[in-house]
């Protein structure tokens, strides 16, 4: 492979321990920029996530089991750690220790070793053993009152914001961070990520208004909440939705103009309450007198950051997206069509491409064994004692 054309992150070998959404995500992304990763599965339930999620986040990737409760597999387990550079795992603090491969061990096998350990509240303080799901980090972090338009409810998402930016995305920089240090010092480091710790770390804007006014202004009052007529969810004519985003008054002024209602021009940040009510009456009359079609069509070539809302059959069909490598399809049983998702890291001398299907769980075991040099005889004695599993 020339150069030009190499992965960034070719040659870095990867263990995966993580199952369900957030932790295969992080190591997908990994994957995806050149990584091998091994996705490791216990032989007992292994990665429990659906089939069709399943097949989302683990691209790119091959598959191992290894029961790491037994003493045969947790030295297999520390071998392979020699050969790694990064391992992730998701288990409640403590678990990995308890197994006889937490961070202190490994990393006195291998001192250069990125070990990044994925928690709802972290590898310590009072909360780190406390049981969770999205819903309760965006709680605790004070994210859920953040989010929504006014109801009094806090609104709830298709897109787990805490496992996802607090977590996939926060350990995937943290652990190139840690990586980039590892290869210049050979010394790696324990990256404890946090999913409520990571979704906190984006509430910039909430916490500078509670800097300055002593508390954050719950969701629905403020200008990018529902409180501005310029930003915000118009309803159409047949029920569908357009998002108004025209926080600036040249992008309001263009969009007043291309709806034949200038007379709304002076109205965009209006102090007067009266007058935010009015254009915010005004402008949902407006949408809701044409269909969602009308409107599509009515805003295409517009620059007014005003936008059909679509949904995500419309977003794969999209011609944007699919020209941007981010809607990827491919023929699935019957015939089906099967939308994959694109990689966001797009750069110069790298593109992006499926090299593997998501595996079925120890599809590759014995593959990966033999490549991270472990030997045939060892190899079947693991296999005949069920400390590891093909398939």
Not at 68 to 97: S, T
Not at 213 to 227: D, I, S
Request: glycine share 10%; hydrophobic share 40%; with cysteine.
């Amino acid at each position: 492979m020339s150069q030009a054309s190499r992965p960034p992150l070719q040659g870095v070998k990867v263990l995966d321990l993580t199952r369900l959404l957030p932790g295969p995500v992080c190591a997908m992304h990994l994957a995806d920029m050149g990584a091998e990763v091994v996705k490791v599965e216990d032989t007992g339930a292994g990665d429990y996530a659906w089939a069709a999620m399943r097949s989302q986040v683990n691209r790119n990737k091959r598959a191992m089991r290894l029961d790491l409760k037994k003493a045969e597999g947790k030295a297999l387990f520390l071998d392979l750690c020699e050969k790694a550079d990064v391992v992730i795992e998701g288990f409640r603090p403590g678990v990995m220790e308890r197994l006889g491969v937490g961070y202190e061990v490994v990393k006195q096998r291998n001192p250069a070793i990125v070990y990044c350990s994925m928690t709802g509240y972290g590898q310590t303080g009072p909360s780190s053993q406390a049981a969770g799901h999205d819903i309760n980090y965006i709680a605790k972090a004070g994210i859920a009152d953040q989010i929504g338009n006014g109801t009094g409810k806090p609104a709830l998402s298709n897109l787990p914001l805490a496992d996802l930016l607090g977590g996939a995305s926060t350990a995937s920089i943290g652990i190139l961070a840690a990586l980039f240090d590892a290869q210049r010092t050979g010394q790696g480091r324990l990256v404890d990520i946090s999913f409520s710790d990571g979704i906190l770390a984006y509430a910039g804007l909430p916490m500078a208004t509670l800097n300055e006014f002593g508390q954050a202004a719950p969701a629905g009052v403020t200008k990018l909440t529902g409180a501005a007529a310029y930003y915000g969810f118009y309803e159409t004519a047949d029920g569908r939705h357009i998002a108004v985003g025209a926080f600036e008054k040249k992008f309001w002024d263009v969009f007043c103009e291309l709806v034949g209602r200038e007379d709304l021009k002076p109205l965009h940040d209006a102090p007067e309450p009266e007058k935010n009510d009015y254009a915010r009456q005004e402008l949902a009359r407006l949408i809701a007198a044409h269909d969602f079609a009308w409107w599509s069509a009515k805003l295409e070539g517009s620059d007014c950051c005003v936008t059909p809302v679509l949904n995500l059959n419309e977003t794969a069909d999209d011609v944007h997206f699919k020209e941007r490598g981010m809607i990827i399809e491919s023929a699935g049983e019957q015939g089906k069509t099967v939308h994959q998702l694109g990689s966001p890291f797009k750069m110069s001398g790298f593109e992006f491409a499926i090299h593997k299907p998501s595996p079925a769980a120890g599809q590759h075991t014995v593959e990966v064994l033999q490549d991270w040099g472990v030997g045939s005889e060892r190899i079947r004695q693991l296999l005949d004692d069920g400390v590891v599993v093909q398939g």
